[in-house]
């Protein structure tokens, strides 16, 4: 069992950053691939970025690969999502996840969910 906690949302203009982060407790963070999902109003969950369970290896959605980046501290248990050169597209609510199964990109792979945080992106 695990629980996620994320907090760095916000309303930024387009072009702008922001970071999310993702506090784990629980069993060991290191045992999960840790993914971000996003929500946009009226469309379903989609796949964003994950990353391993030796946080050595990434994937990322191709909508924001090399604009966001993933990464992980496992002293802290926590894991982050930097978010550079922000759209509107991307205004959303961001869900951090956990798999058991290495490499996960669907999220039907993801057991455990946070409770969301919002990205607004004026334009």
């Known amino acids: 069992q695990v629980q996620l906690v994320e907090s760095g949302g916000g309303l930024v203009q387009a072009g702008g950053s922001l970071r999310l982060s993702c506090a784990a407790s629980g069993r060991a963070f290191s045992s999960y691939t840790m993914g971000w999902f996003r929500q946009a109003p009226g469309k379903e969950r989609e796949f964003v970025a994950a990353i391993s369970r030796s946080g050595t290896g990434s994937t990322y959605a191709q909508s924001v690969k090399g604009r966001f980046t993933i990464s992980t501290d496992n002293a802290q248990n926590t894991v982050a999502l930097q978010m550079n050169s922000l759209t509107p597209e991307d205004t959303a609510v961001y869900y951090c996840?956990?798999?058991?199964?290495?490499?996960?990109?669907?999220?039907?792979?993801?057991?455990?969910w946070g409770q969301g945080t919002q990205v607004t992106v004026s334009s």
């Open positions: 996840s956990a798999s058991d199964r290495n490499y996960a990109t669907k999220s039907s792979e993801y057991r455990y």
